[in-house]
């Protein structure tokens, strides 16, 4: 059961085998969400990562049918400091180590999450190996300094085909990069009448669907890694309304002639601090990007910064100089996370019917 975890410095942190016991490789990132485990291990977003939840005790409250963000699980490998094998909840159905199991994913517990979160703030997140003990570290080593970053998560989480949620309000168009189910359910609270489509579906073919507004979904990677996604966001502005979360954030500011790069550790965790630059509001929000909008690539494009990340300045929302979208790169959804920003679905709403209210006239 001894294992270790390997990043590509050299850095080595013993700890525990939990989960599945299969060898497994990634980028190392870390989450300072202190609840919501089970929407972390099964939001798309995390696909090839391997995530060190900073809080201690992980499992405590087990696993229950309700909170999951998608039904398979793409996140790499689970590292914490405590693993619960006993939880205590009334709606806890299985451990966190059981469904591990089930879903053929290693965890390690036992680590010093303190020291390697640190570590990954100070230096970036890092390609990293959970191995056994004995295994050769300096082998594993340029093992991953030999490894790319993987570039086709958004094709292994999107789904395949189209697919209705039905409703009896707006129609709208969700365009899945990695969607949690928490967009879906916050689409379907307010009776909107949903189709969701894969990542590479034309702006032809979702135009042919007619909506009333299009909502770009959350996603893992780099936003650049889907050149296709940005084509289709180019020719959608303009002709029906727009809500990017995300990963649909940055492919809005790409579709509009702005840039993207990649943060030095990203923002995950459900206690990131928003200001709305227009009414000075801040929101607590949840959030997991790696990958950010470049604000000084914006200068000459049609889009505006709206909302901005107190801890770091980094842009958290931009809009449309034609008023018919918008985006932020937090998660209104919030799941896990603080419900602060949940009126931005109302906002969406209100612009579709605004939308709709100003083509009647013009007809």
Do not use: W
């Not at 995390?46 to 793409?74: A, K, W």
């Not at 709606?91 to 036992?110: H, M, N, V």
């Not at 727009?242 to 943060?263: N, Y």
């Not at 034609?322 to 109302?346: I, K, R």
């Amino acid at each position: 059961m001894k294992k270790i975890l390997v990043l590509e410095d050299g850095s080595v942190f013993n700890g525990k085998g939990f989960g599945a016991t299969e060898e497994t490789s990634g980028e190392v990132v870390f989450n300072t969400g202190m609840t919501g485990y089970q929407e972390i291990l099964s939001d798309p977003s995390y696909c090839g990562q391997m995530v060190v939840l900073t809080y201690p005790l992980i499992g405590n409250y087990g696993i229950n049918r309700d909170d999951f963000e998608s039904i398979h699980p793409f996140i790499k490998a689970l590292i914490v400091r405590e693993e619960c094998d006993l939880p205590s909840n009334f709606r806890s159905e299985a451990s966190i180590d059981e469904l591990l199991k089930e879903k053929k994913i290693p965890g390690l517990s036992g680590v010093d999450t303190r020291r390697l979160t640190r570590l990954l703030r100070s230096h970036g997140t890092m390609k990293g190996k959970i191995c056994p003990a004995e295994t050769d570290v300096e082998k594993v080593v340029q093992e991953l300094k030999a490894t790319s970053f993987p570039v086709n998560q958004v094709e292994q989480v999107s789904t395949k085909s189209p697919y209705p949620s039905p409703g009896r309000g707006n129609r709208v168009v969700v365009i899945d990069y990695g969607m949690k189910h928490g967009i879906l359910r916050e689409l379907n609270k307010r009776q909107c009448d949903v189709i969701v489509v894969p990542y590479h579906t034309t702006a032809k073919e979702i135009l042919h669907l007619n909506p009333d507004g299009v909502v770009l979904s959350n996603g893992p990677g780099d936003p650049k890694s889907v050149p296709e996604s940005t084509e289709t966001v180019r020719n959608l502005i303009g002709k029906v309304p727009i809500f990017g979360i995300c990963l649909g954030h940055q492919l809005l500011a790409l579709a509009g002639g702005a840039d993207t790069f990649k943060l030095t550790f990203g923002h995950r965790g459900s206690n990131h601090p928003v200001k709305e630059l227009s009414t000075g509001k801040v929101a607590i929000t949840a959030q997991n990007h790696g990958y950010a909008v470049d604000e000084k690539s914006l200068e000459g494009t049609a889009l505006q910064v709206t909302h901005k990340a107190l801890n770091d300045g980094t842009v958290e929302g931009i809009a449309h100089e034609n008023g018919l979208a918008f985006s932020v790169q937090y998660h209104p959804e919030a799941a896990p996370g603080p419900e602060d920003a949940n009126e931005l679905f109302d906002r969406f709403l209100a612009l579709m019917s605004e939308t709709a209210k100003g083509d009647m006239q013009h007809a």
